[in-house]
């Protein structure tokens, strides 16, 4: 057992675990993050890929979300500018569908209801004439525009857990907790089990474990008979087909069934379509995309597409599922996507549970789980200030000349490389790549190829610095390495990857 307890111990390592153990380690706190498989592994690395406000939310009357998440689009340019960027969106108006003056009062309520320094605003679009209109279909005539940004999901929650290490925070990846218990006012926290666990106290627990928050809850109860949290699990489904010739930019196609499906650049080469919003009860780590969600995606984008699109043009696809918080409605679509934070203190220490949220809100989701927790974690020690809305995130640290001129100054610094190549390898690790690339000339300086452009040097660099374990962590998340080979050759690449991470 440890002698001296940490102030917090996090379980789950998706964005809101990274996000609550970044923010409370930068503040001085003893915290310790632990994580069952890989940071992102679940529903994390599985979203749309989106900052965004969530224009159909006002149709909620959601407007404190919407509020919050559009003002953190800037906090998250400017914190990690190598892994979010602005992205034009494209909405089609259809007959039958949302009447333009709802759109044009949605849009107009989109531009002004937070501050805008980057992002530009909304506007009217002729879709005959403007070429955003030409990978759609010939009767889609008028259209609008508006701003919101692209993000690496997978990435952006390694960076906040790289951002708690930095900060003096314990963390665990495949690393399950197997018992919690109460013993002298603290947490008794097993991790991990049979010869490897090992037993730890803290003052307070964060339970951020996503879809699998009812079950950390049911530990921390110790027998009372006392309902755990109440979520809603709500299946998303991604598919990803070769770019749309002319999708340069990012479409927004309305739905009969009232849903929206998006339509995004992903990954220079490709597509990316979703998301679908099914009941789930299964396993979450067992989810799958379905035919009936294939189907389903395909036909609204079919319906709004010059290219018709069928299932043989799928190169990936990807389900995650949503833990919301449930609020009884009928319509899995209409379920808040807003957070939670369900303080327990109730004959034993505190316990923090972490229901709902969006990718966009973590940071104020970590601000305020941090409230929250302060009285219980003081004990007369001095907790610093929030602290995280201007700290650059790990590599967003480019200058006040922005993102753009600090890659040119690396190109410059490293002309040897292929600049298609710098872009990719900037784009993961921002301005990290230098100690990634040391004293590299050119590309065959990092070792072999072994598939995808990936090298023997960045593999071993996210082993050694980014908690990469398994081939999967590589090639699927901290990359998206995978996509870029043929899907009969994936295999192997795996096979390659697992050899070099295990010879490192």
Partial sequence: MQTSPYDIVVIGGGINGAGIAAD???????????EAEDLGGATSSASSKLIHGGLRYLEQF????????????????????????????????????????????????????????????????????DSAGKPLADGL?????????????????????????????????RTPVS?????????????GSGSAARAIAARTIVNAAGPWVGPVARMTLGGRNTPPPSIRLVKGSHIVVPRI??????????????????????????????TTDTPYTGDPRGVTVTAEDVTYLLAVANR?????????????????????????SDNPSAVSRDYRLQ???????????????????????????????????????????????SAPLPGGDVGANGYASWFDDLAARHRGFNRNDLTRLARRYGTRLDTLLGDAASASDLGVDLGGGLTQREVRYLKSQEWAVRADDVVWRRTKTALHVRAGARAELLARVQAEIDAA
């Fill in 24 to 34: 409370a380690a930068g503040r001085g706190l003893r915290v310790l993050l632990a």
């Fill in 62 to 129: 959601a407007f404190r979300l919407v509020r919050e998440a559009l003002a953190e689009r800037e906090v998250l340019l400017a914190k990690a500018p190598h892994i979010v960027w602005p992205l034009k969106f494209v909405l089609p108006q259809t007959p039958g569908m949302r009447p333009a003056p709802l759109l044009r009062a949605g849009l107009f309520l989109y531009d002004h209801l937070s501050t805008r320094r980057t992002l530009e605003g909304s506007r009217s679009l002729d879709l005959a004439s």
């Fill in 141 to 173: 005539k008028r259209g609008f525009s508006y701003w919101d940004c692209w993000v690496d999901d997978a990435r952006l929650v390694v960076l906040n857990a790289l951002s708690a290490r930095e900060n003096g925070a314990e963390v665990l990846t």
């Fill in 179 to 191: 018992a919690i218990s109460v013993a002298e006012g603290l947490w008794q926290v097993t991790l």
């Fill in 245 to 274: 010739p002319g999708a340069e930019c990012a479409y927004i196609f309305q739905n009969s069934d009232g849903r929206v499906v998006f339509a995004l650049p992903f990954e220079a080469a490709f597509t990316l379509i979703g």
């Fill in 304 to 328: 709004y597409l010059r290219q018709s699109l069928s299932a043989a043009d799928i190169v990936w696809q990807f389900a995650g599922v949503r833990p919301l918080d449930d609020d009884g």
């Fill in 343 to 389: 303080l327990d203190t109730g004959a034993q220490p505190p316990v923090l549970h972490v229901i709902g949220g969006k990718i966009t809100t973590y940071r104020k989701l970590a601000e305020a789980a941090l409230d929250l927790l302060q009285p219980h974690l003081a004990q007369g020690a001095v907790i610093g200030p929030a602290w995280t809305a």
